[in-house]
Nanobody, 119 residues
Framework: QVQLVESGGGLVQAGGSLRLSCAAS????????IMWHRQAPGKQRELVAG???????NYRDSVKGRFTISRDLAKNTVYLRMNNLKPEDTAVYYC?????????????WGQGTQVTVSS
């Protein structure tokens, strides 16, 4: 069983910054892709950013230039640095990782962390 634990959410004013963390634990052999998703009230969950084991990154257009995803392979931890936050970034942010554990492949999700941006 692979667990993901997010942290770093909170309340911030527009233009401010936050850094989210997602730590993976369990009998992990390899973590491949790690993604951050978000879901705002009344809206569908959407992919925000992703990073591969090789370090390749991708972002949704609305966060390009403001958000940066990075990872620490040794710690099985991924970060999402969010700068110049806007009220429309308000959502619950979820971490999602895929890879291989001692029991087979996994596709795990964290419990989510709330990000609220006030105008």
């Amino acid at each position: 069983q692979v667990q993901l634990v997010e942290s770093g959410g909170g309340l911030v004013q527009a233009g401010g910054s936050l850094r989210l963390s997602c730590a993976a634990s369990g009998n992990i052999l390899r973590v491949n892709d790690i993604m951050w998703h978000r879901q705002a009230p009344g809206k569908q969950r959407e992919l925000v950013a992703g990073i591969t084991s090789g370090g390749n990154t991708n972002y949704r257009d609305s966060v390009k230039g403001r958000f940066t995803i990075s990872r620490d392979l040794a710690k099985n931890t991924v970060y999402l640095r969010m700068n110049n936050l806007k009220p429309e970034d308000t959502a619950v942010y979820y971490c999602n990782a895929v890879g291989r554990s001692v029991t087979g492949s996994f596709d795990s999700w964290g419990q989510g962390t709330q990000v609220t941006v006030s105008s």
